[in-house]
């Protein structure tokens, strides 16, 4: 199998050869991902300095990654679920001073002044947010069952009068 025909094999393996397809994935990625950083950097002409080269191994990777058939929604999601591991996770009862914290950042993406962490720590504080609200317990099932019933009910005797 060729290179680029092993970053993009979407063939799922079964046997005992999955970790030898994932040894040979791997290297062959970063064979690629050293391809194009080298590319990338010197088409870019940029400096040696750490941001530089941060760039460039960064666009490299996405491109990459891209290369091996990923689609661009996959490349957002991918990079938006590792991101948020960078900013530390609050665990423990949602309470007033996190709902204060989560409204002050929605605050300043309507201004455009959030910043990158901040947009993660907002996206974390949502998730937890619906974690705890977004529950079947919270929905007055019974309620809805009634009123169903009465909807149904309403219904027939319309449809009984015709």
Do not use: C
Request: charged share 35%; no cysteine.
């Amino acid at each position: 199998m060729s290179n680029d025909a092993l970053l993009k094999n979407d063939e799922k393996v079964t046997d005992a050869s999955a970790s030898d397809v994932s040894a040979e994935w791997s290297e062959t990625f970063l064979k690629h991902l050293g391809l194009e950083f080298t590319a990338i950097h010197a088409q870019e002409d940029q400096n040696d300095d750490q941001e530089s080269l941060r760039q460039s191994m960064t666009l490299a990777f996405v491109t990459t990654l891209a290369d091996s058939g990923a689609s661009k929604d996959e490349l957002v999601q991918l990079l938006k679920s590792q991101s948020r591991r960078l900013v530390p996770v609050e665990t423990g009862p949602w309470t007033n001073e996190r709902n204060r914290r989560r409204v002050e950042l929605i605050d300043k993406s309507i201004e455009s002044k959030l910043l990158p962490a901040e947009e993660l720590e907002l996206a974390q504080l949502t998730e937890q947010l619906r974690a705890k609200y977004d529950t079947e317990e919270l929905v007055p099932l019974a309620g809805i069952r009634a009123l169903r019933e009465k909807l149904i009910d309403t219904e027939r005797e319309s449809g009984n009068r015709s």
